[in-house]
Every structure is written in C-alpha cells, then in structure tokens.
C-alpha cells in the first residue's frame, strides 16, 4: 500500500511539475457528414429527395487545453455552429409554390484527450454536446385560389395568398463524438497558429417547435395586396398550432395538432479550422 501511495505521488508531483496550459481561438467551416433525408423537392414531373445535415457551416470555437506531459493532454471546448440553409421543401407546381429552409444557430461543448504526435502534429478525440440553440425553419408558402375559395372571400380569379413563417426547433440534450487531426506552427515561444481537420458525429432528437413568426397576405392577380395579415401568430389557420410537443407515441385516433411523432435529424459533419494557440509559460521552479 505505502509503495502505490509512494507511485501515485510521483506521477502526480510529475504531471504538477509538467503542466502547461494553452488557450485556442479557432474558426472554421464544415460540411455534412453521413447525411440523411431531410425534405423533398417536387415538380410536375417528378419528386426528389433532398439529404444533408445541420452540422454543415460555419463555427468559432474556444479551447482550453492542458497537458500532463510531453504527450498527453485534456481539452475543454466551447463553440458556435451558424449553419448553412438545408432544403426541407421546395414545390413548384401550377397551383402552389413552396420554398422551405431549414438552419442550425446551435451551441455547442465538447472535452477530449489530446496526444501529441510530434512537437507539431496533435490529435484529440472525446465527447460532444449540443448544450442550446435552435434548428430554425424559414418558410415561404405562394398558393393560388381556386374559384371557390376566390368567390368565397370576394376576390377575383387569379388571386392568392402568400405565407411567411419561422419555427424553431429544439431538441433533447446529445451525446456524440468529435476527433480531429491537426498540425501547428510555432510564430514563438508563446504563439502558434494551427490548422485541423475535425469530425464531429452526432445526431439530435426533436423535444419540441415554437412558431416565431407566422403572416398570410391576401393578393389580387396584378400583385395588389387585397388583404394584408390574414393570418398572423394571433390568429392561426386550422392545422397550425404555436407549439408542438414531440412524442414517441401517439395514438392512431390523436386529434391534438399540438403533439406529433419525434425524429431524430442528423448534425454530423467533417470541417476544417484554422485558429492560433497561447501557450503560458511554467514557472521556472518546475521546468
């Protein structure tokens, strides 16, 4: 026992003796990675699938890392993903044209182990999580008046309504991978700048969506505005609701607009950053 307890204080006086600490500010873009559907885009002659994911975009991040020694090190990450529009719907057929657009504005932390290659040549891999944020939906809806519905609102034929709407989603707290490969170059004693690859592998379960916007325009066929906010957030059409529960289960008799069926939507990605690195010295009495 006095032996281990002797080992133990030797590589924890080794590790105090040795630690250094680094901060990184780093930006970078990314693309999807193992994608999934995610809409549908549909004319007069076909339909086609649309895939991607909300992990694609641009980000800044913040690390602080600390090593132990010559090669092993931890890493504790704060970031911000501003994602690039993912087409959830796009129909363009005589009567109807829609343009929909979903995007991440997702926070996220992440805390690896770091390893050391070479002096410059490091690797990291550990765990991630989205801890906030949002995946914001944009939609523009464009639908022509039947001759009915016209007559029915005292307009003439050929007039439509247009609608624009935002809803935000918000999922269940995650649990996924990030690893990245990176190489950095030493400007002095202090300062460094790296490049990485990284891959993050993830995936977010929907909790539940909020309408943050909602506005329907009544048009004449020359583009007049007939009726300005038909529709608005106070004043929903039937079949909209302001907020929608996710659930994994639901009744084939539900009647409720406000609950459907849960998915999971993909937020994996593989990018590039470029940042630079502060390293602060040790102390001279432990070098």
């Known amino acids: 026992m006095k032996h281990l307890i002797t080992v133990c204080s030797a590589i924890l006086i080794s590790t105090i003796s040795y630690g250094q ?16 559907k995610l809409g549908e885009e549909v004319n007069v002659s076909e339909t086609e699938n649309t895939y991607g994911s909300y992990g694609a975009g641009t980000n800044v991040q913040i690390r602080g890392t600390y090593f132990f020694n010559e090669s092993f090190g931890a890493d504790l990450a704060f970031g911000y993903l501003n994602g690039t529009d993912q087409t959830v719907s ?3 057929v005589p009567s109807t044209d829609v343009d929909a657009v979903a995007r991440a504005r997702a926070f996220g932390a992440s ?28 939609v523009y809806r464009k639908a022509l008046f039947s001759e009915a519905e016209a007559q ?35 400007l002095n004693t202090n300062l460094s700048l790296f490049v990485e690859a990284e891959y993050y ?8 969506s909020e309408l943050s916007e909602f506005n329907t325009d009544e048009f004449l ?35 409720d607009d406000s609950k459907k069926l849960s998915q999971k939507v993909p937020y994996s990605s593989f990018g590039i950053n470029i940042g630079i690195t502060y390293t602060f010295k040790r102390s001279n009495k432990n070098r």
């Open 21 to 36: 600490l680094q901060v990184s500010v780093s930006s970078g873009y990314a693309i999807g990675s193992a994608t999934m």
């Open 90 to 92: 796009k129909v363009s």
């Open 111 to 138: 805390a690896s182990v770091v390893y050391r290659f070479t002096n410059n040549i490091y690797g990291r891999f550990g765990a991630l999580l989205k801890v906030g944020g949002k995946t914001e939906a944009v």
């Open 152 to 186: 029915a609102f005292g307009l003439p034929e050929g007039s439509y309504s247009e609608t624009n709407y935002k809803e935000d989603f918000h999922g269940h707290f995650p649990l996924g991978f990030v690893g990245a490969l990176g190489y950095k170059y030493d």
């Open 201 to 208: 592998g993830i995936s977010l379960k929907r909790k539940d």
């Open 221 to 255: 066929p020359d583009g007049t505005v007939a009726v300005a906010n038909f529709y608005s957030l106070d004043n929903l059409p039937d079949g909209n609701v302001r907020k929608t529960t996710y659930v994994d289960k639901l009744s084939n008799t539900n009647t």
